[in-house]
């Protein structure tokens, strides 16, 4: 799933590749990738790349005029080709959903490497425009993102905290792995519910939310497109890691399956040595 220091490294790379590039052609491949029937992408051509920002998971291409907005779902991705190659002639990569070709001889392609298509593509005036990014709540990567921000997030809230870190109306960007990778950081149980934090829970929680994203987001900047998943599995301390040892305290990292998701999670920095 792609989460916000992926998704940020993705709009900074498009950001200064792509920029100044007018959109020569758009080929839409799969077409229930099309969110905006009356404004399709091929609407957009013609017109010039003038930036690329990130809103959650969510990329935009701001044009000269309006914008093209990439929800990236469950698996969406996007690759950057030189001139003259295929999308779909990467072997180990899904095939493109829909390709733009583009001034320079450059090519965008989306793919969705799911078993269901959950990318979608909007062309829009403004991005709040597409109803999951005006829903979207505060961002830990933001600068102006601030303690009350997370509070009010968390609440006394009787859910369960990876569920609530996960929720993108509540705190945008984050999904399930970075959410282990909180937790673990924060010392808190996956199970532990907001509404029973104490002080000092509360206080690392936060302070592991900032850190672990905006950290992730400082190491992926400037990793090609193509790396940035590898470089994020391999940073995982125990998301992905079920039956290795805790990098910080050599307990086995463990699975948990709950509430409709699974948690990977390390007994001792999370639950007193106890497995859930």
């Keep these: 799933m792609p989460e916000s220091p992926e ?5 900074r790379f498009l950001g200064s590749e792509a920029t100044g590039r007018q959109v020569d052609e758009v080929d839409v491949l799969e077409y229930r990738v099309v969110k905006t029937r009356a404004a399709p992408p091929a609407t957009i051509v013609g017109r010039t790349i003038t930036g690329a920002a990130r809103h959650g998971k969510h990329v ?6 309006g914008s093209l907005v990439v929800s990236l779902g469950r698996h969406g991705w996007m690759r950057w080709y030189a001139d003259g190659v295929d999308p779909d002639s990467a072997a180990d990569e899904p095939p493109a959903l ?34 999951a990014i005006a ?19 968390l609440g006394r809230r009787r859910k369960q905290i990876k569920a ?10 984050i999904g399930n792995a970075y959410s282990d990778e909180i937790l673990h950081r ?18 690392r929680l936060f302070d592991a939310t900032v850190s672990t994203v905006r ?33 910080v305290c050599g307990d ?5 399956a709950f509430s409709s998701t699974v948690a990977q999670y390390c007994p001792t920095c999370q639950n007193g040595g106890a497995p859930l």
Aim: glycine share 8%.
């Design 60 to 65: 935009e291409l701001i044009l000269d005029e």
């Design 164 to 173: 609530i870190l996960q929720e993108q109306e509540s705190l945008a960007g």
């Design 186 to 203: 924060a010392r808190v149980s996956p199970l532990a519910h907001a509404a029973a934090l104490d002080a000092g829970e509360s206080d």
């Design 98 to 131: 829909a390709a733009f070709a583009l001034a320079g001889g450059r090519t965008l392609a989306v793919t969705d490497a799911g078993t269901w298509v959950s990318l979608g593509l909007f062309v829009v005036a403004t991005a709040e425009a597409v109803p």
């Design 252 to 256: 086995t990292v463990r699975d948990l």
């Design 7 to 11: 998704v940020e490294a993705l709009a």
């Design 135 to 153: 829903k979207l709540g505060p961002d830990p990567a933001d600068p102006g993102f601030t303690r009350a921000d997370f509070d009010a997030a």
């Design 215 to 247: 950290e992730a987001i400082a190491a992926r900047t400037g990793v090609p497109i193509d790396r940035l998943k590898a470089e994020k599995v391999a940073s995982m301390r125990v998301h992905g890691r079920t039956g290795e040892a805790c990098r």
